[in-house]
């Protein structure tokens, strides 16, 4: 919903109105388009540089439930930095256990096709470090660091997910 109903009075009366602001524009509200948005890109060490890559994402919120969905493409200058990556989320996150955003990662190399998840921090963040499984060792799971997965220009990491909002 965009906004909160209102409380109706005893004795109101309901015009067309009202009744198109509080029932119609509600429901069309769930059914409207993806708002865009350019997530952050932060990390625990240096900063990470898109260069001529890109990064972009959507989201649709209703209630409190943020349906997310976010695409990173490598560029041929794109850097990853140092340390732990995170991609920002458009709305910040619960704090009473918001949830695990799933991850994947298609890349051109000897490994084609990457599987993470990405732990939502809590509302006083907006960001998820993202975890891809290691693809060496079954059952290893490592954070998105500088090291690893290595990606060249045109790899695709994607995130997407639902998580309850802390508004």
Known sequence: MTFAPR?????????AALLNQEIRDQLNSMFDPWTSYTPSWTSSGTAPVI????IGGRYMKVGRTVHVFIALTWGST???GSGNLSLGLPVAAASA????????CTTTGSVNF????????????????IWLANPGTIGDWN??????PTLA??????VYGTYQSAT
Request: charged share 5%.
């Open 153 to 158: 220009a045109g790899d695709i990491v994607r």
């Open 143 to 148: 954070a998105w660091a500088a090291g690893g």
């Open 114 to 129: 990457l599987t993470g998840a990405a732990p939502l921090g809590n509302s006083t963040t907006s960001t998820g470090t």
């Open 97 to 104: 256990l918001p949830g695990v955003l799933s991850a994947t």
């Open 51 to 54: 260069g001529n890559g890109s």
């Open 78 to 80: 794109t850097t990853p």
């Open 7 to 15: 409380n109706w009075a005893a004795g109101e009366v309901v015009t």
